[in-house]
């Protein structure tokens, strides 16, 4: 089974709906990250939570909010999805004192 | 200007014979470098972490220049099983917020 797993692998969505992305992990890290990335640029960070009680927002958190419901979950919402939130988004999870960070399949997200 | 930039290419190499990208960063504060390595349509997986001594795993060998501010990864003897995207990251500062490259696209051609 894979330690990162996200859910779903692929949706299409309508512009104004509410959409969320779930994010589970067996790995016991204590850190999980949010990315979304787009064609000719690098993963960019949305959110990123060092535990449960921590949330701290990233490079491009506008439009998004997250919810870590237990150490093993880090869900990803879209308040009102529009076509420029269309993007590949990653999951990822990390250890306090390491810096390696291991990464989910991704969800492919087209917003209409 | 951006923080961490990278040659998009494609680099069409040959089987088997030696392929070097570099990439650049612009916060001479930067503490840490890493090489992953994305598959089409995959997730990035960590391939190496770059050290100030320079690193060797295998064919794969990659180095820092902090005078000029960019890593290097050098892929000899290269397989096909060696096409991907290498991105390039940088860690910043003790917070672990890492900043992505875009990524080179190696395609080994048989």
């Known amino acids: 089974d894979a330690d990162v797993t996200q859910t779903p692998r692929n949706r299409i969505t309508k512009t104004g709906k509410r959409i969320m992305l779930e994010c589970s992990q067996t790995k016991g890290h204590d850190r999980m990250y949010w990315y979304r990335q787009d064609p000719g640029l690098g993963l960019r960070l949305i959110y990123y939570?060092?535990?449960?009680?921590?949330?701290n927002k990233g490079e491009i958190s506008d439009g998004y909010s997250v919810s870590r419901q237990a150490q093993a979950k880090f869900s990803l919402s879209l308040e009102s999805a529009i076509p420029n939130q269309t993007a590949l988004y990653f999951c990822?999870?990390?250890?306090?004192?390491?810096?390696?960070?291991?990464f989910g399949p991704g969800t492919r997200l087209l917003v209409l | 200007r951006k923080e961490v930039e990278q040659d998009p290419g494609p680099f069409n190499v040959p089987e088997g014979a030696t392929v070097a990208f570099n990439c650049t960063y612009s916060n001479s504060a930067s503490q840490s470098f890493f090489w992953y390595r994305q598959d089409c349509r995959k997730e990035p997986k960590l391939l190496m972490s770059v050290y100030s001594s320079g690193n060797e795993d295998g064919r794969f060998t990659a180095q820092l220049n902090r005078a000029s501010q960019y890593i290097s990864l050098l892929i000899r003897d290269s397989k096909l099983s060696d096409s991907a995207t290498y991105l390039c990251?940088?860690?910043?500062?003790?917070?672990?917020?890492?900043?992505w490259g875009a990524g080179t696209k190696l395609i080994i051609k048989p």
């Open positions: 990822a999870t990390g250890l306090t004192g390491g810096e390696t960070q291991y």
């Open positions: 939570s060092f535990d449960v009680k921590d949330i």
């Open positions: 990251v940088v860690n910043e500062g003790s917070n672990y917020q890492l900043i």
